[in-house]
């Protein structure tokens, strides 16, 4: 089982940035994908990046340019920087890793862009 510990977040301005954190329980090399989905009010859960244990990075494309995910592996820890942030990435952002085809996720951080 993999605990995942989220940190980042919180309320900044059209154009600002945020830095989401997530600290996994288990070392980063057994885990085959981390990253993050987002899910705001009343619209489906979407992928917003995941990085995979070769490296790989999928990014969706609303987030292109602006988002950059990395890792610690020391810290068994990703990173999803945040720039450039829009309205329409208000959303309650989800840590989520993918070991030997299970899914876990973290307890879920909400970022909120907002004038």
């Known amino acids: 089982q993999v605990q995942l510990v989220e940190s980042g977040g919180g309320l900044v301005q059209p154009g600002g940035s945020l830095r989401l954190s997530c600290a996994a329980s288990d070392s980063i090399f057994s885990i085959y994908a981390m990253g993050w989905y987002r899910q705001a009010p009343g619209k489906q859960r979407e992928l917003v990046v995941g990085?995979?244990?070769?490296?790989?990075?999928n990014y969706a494309d609303s987030v292109k340019g602006r988002f950059t995910i990395s890792r610690d592996n020391a810290k068994n820890t990703v990173y999803l920087q945040m720039n450039s942030l829009k309205p329409e990435d208000t959303a309650v952002y989800l840590c989520?890793?993918?070991?030997?085809?299970?899914?876990?996720w973290g307890q879920g951080t909400q970022v909120t862009v907002s004038s």
């Open positions: 989520y890793a993918n070991k030997l085809g299970y899914i876990y």
């Open positions: 990085i995979m244990s070769t490296g790989r990075i």
